[in-house]
């Protein structure tokens, strides 16, 4: 790929475009390298160094260029001098570890900080599928990939999934609100499907009616109105994780 195209993947419409996605930083890149050797697909990407790593051992083909020219293609201000061009994920090709696997449904996510670290954490704790409302931030976003350390290869995501097709796919379907049962219970690890809302506007009330679904709250001493998405996630995997 030629150096101006891969400036031109920090925008929704050329990663669709040429169906890739930048992957910068060496943690990052060492997560793929990782996955690499589970989905050849993935062996498709190409690495671009600067001299700082020229000697870096990689499966992919790999581009020495300069810091000038890495710094032009970098998203970052003080980049390290390593970046990857991904081909994108397809919904089948991450597979989530053997035994059962829940899913977590995100309405209209708009924090790229947010998805980033959502991701890390059902990478963490394993068994997760992500699930992705039309309307939510691209998870192809630089800014989610850098939040994501690189988990983003080990947690299945599905693009554009419509609310209203949930409750064909899923049984028994949970919903994160201000005003249900405490994520404490038990019941809380029984269902197959968990629904969390905007970071600003939460879920619309229409959505857990006609999916019949149970509400849960996170219990907290009251004292502010409402977690930080990321966090409300974090804490119902650990739960599920323990259960």
């Not at 690495?47 to 032009?72: G, M």
């Not at 704790?125 to 976003?141: A, I, K, W």
Request: glycine share 6%; charged share 20%; hydrophobic share 40%.
């Amino acid at each position: 790929m030629k150096l101006d195209d891969i400036k031109k993947l920090h925008h929704k419409k050329y990663r669709q475009a040429f169906g890739c996605f930048i992957v910068e930083g060496e943690h990052p890149v060492l997560e793929l390298q990782k996955a690499a050797q589970r989905d050849p697909a993935l062996l498709a990407s190409e690495l671009y160094v600067t001299d700082t790593y020229q000697y870096w051992a990689s499966p992919f083909k790999t581009h020495l260029i300069t810091e000038r020219q890495f710094k032009q293609m970098a998203d970052t201000e003080n980049p390290q001098g390593i970046l990857a061009v991904v081909p994108l994920l397809q919904n089948s090709t991450v597979k989530t570890a053997a035994g059962k696997e829940r899913a977590i449904y995100l309405h209209e996510v708009q924090d790229p900080g947010n998805l980033g670290t959502i991701l890390r954490t059902l990478a963490w704790f394993g068994g997760f599928r992500l699930l992705l409302s039309p309307g939510s931030v691209d998870p192809y976003n630089p800014k989610v990939v850098r939040a994501s350390m690189g988990a983003m290869f080990h947690v299945p995501v599905e693009l554009d999934v419509e609310w209203q097709s949930l409750a064909a796919r899923f049984p028994r379907i949970a919903i994160l609100d201000l005003d249900g049962k405490s994520t404490r219970k038990a019941a809380f690890a029984d269902f197959d499907c968990y629904l969390f809302g905007n970071e600003a506007r939460g879920l619309p009330e229409e959505l857990g009616n006609t999916l019949n679904a149970t509400r849960f709250s996170i219990i907290g001493a009251n004292v502010v109105e409402s977690l930080n998405l990321a966090t409300a996630v974090n804490i119902c995997a650990y739960e599920l994780s323990r259960s």
